[in-house]
């Protein structure tokens, strides 16, 4: 794992007494992606991924056993005629269903089903991306304030740093000396953090059309790229699809799915918006009350 500033076009060498500034060679990674791996390095260690995934088993770590709630494993199995049958089974041995088998076929027709269920019509998709456009303009305001921002933020930095240098000059006791000149260093690595933040966000990778031309493409139909597409394309439509795992129960098939925010605002939209039916509305109080029976039409005489 990377553990030195200069993949992200810094140089420092404590020993020497050479703090943090910015180099003249080209960067690898971001200086903010590079402060991440250092935090990373030093928390809690968790689990690595497995590396064991294979095409045969596209769904391995996307599902969990409905009685358990734990992932379940997949496997080959051998028949007695010779002919081998993938399944995946609940590796969780105090569970009910453990070591049961489902053969793979059940499931990856039932997530055909479910896969295909997500597919939202061409109106709705229409309105939420017109919705999302206008999110993504509002996110590049958003974005140039944050620059304005950080440019503000940068100046103050300075001052400070005037301030402490300022003091830094009038100082005679050694180890206020050495306080400054941590303080000026620190704030120094915080303007270079700022200002490498300023470079990163200063322009998007892709512009706005060619993603949403690729965020067409997958809502309008995640089936067809997950029917099509190799075992990374599928493990991409997982994580954009769903938020948690599938849970899958041997009599009943599929929990209901914890789809992820954009199709669970699709069906949000589709339950909650209702169409206005066609013809003329009115109030029930203001329309006007059918002649009874046998009544005349016209009206009638007041008595004198």
């Known amino acids: 794992m990377i553990a030195r500033v200069i993949y992200a076009g810094y140089i420092e060498h404590d020993p020497w007494g050479v703090t943090r500034r910015k180099g003249h060679h080209e960067p690898i990674i971001s200086l903010a992606t590079f402060e991440k791996i250092q935090e990373r390095k030093n928390a809690r260690p968790i689990a690595a991924a497995k590396q064991n995934i294979h095409a045969d088993f596209p769904l391995r770590g996307a599902l969990s056993c409905a009685c358990c709630n734990q992932p379940m494993t997949a496997c080959w199995s051998r028949s007695g005629t010779g ?73 103050q930095l300075d001052k400070q740093q005037d301030s402490l240098l300022e003091k830094l000059v009038d100082a005679t006791n050694a180890k206020v000396v050495t306080a400054y000149e941590s303080k000026i260093a620190k704030l120094e690595d915080e303007k270079l953090l700022l200002s490498d933040k300023l470079t990163q966000n200063s322009k998007p990778k892709y512009s706005k059309a060619e993603i949403f031309e690729l965020l ?15 075992l990374l394309l599928r493990k991409n439509v997982l994580r954009l699809a769903l938020k948690e795992p599938l849970a899958y129960d041997r009599e009943n ?16 939209i589709t339950s909650k918006c209702e169409m206005v039916r066609v013809g003329r509305l009115e109030l029930p109080h203001l329309a006007a009350p059918e002649p009874k029976s046998g009544a005349s039409t016209n009206s009638a005489t007041p008595a004198t």
């Open 83 to 155: 002919k081998r049958y993938p399944y995946y089974w609940c590796q969780t041995r105090d569970c009910s269903q453990y070591r049961k088998s489902i053969r793979a076929e059940k499931i990856d027709a039932g997530f055909e089903e479910l896969l295909k269920g997500l597919t939202p019509s061409q109106n709705l998709l229409s309105i939420v991306t017109s919705m999302l456009s206008d999110a993504w303009d509002q996110r590049a305001g958003q974005r140039d304030n944050g620059k304005a921002q950080i440019k503000r933020d940068i100046a």
């Open 253 to 268: 098939g599929f929990r209901t799915p914890q789809v992820s925010e954009i199709f669970e605002f699709f069906e949000i």
């Open 216 to 230: 067409k493409t997958f809502l309008s139909s995640p089936w067809n790229i997950w029917e099509k597409g190799n």
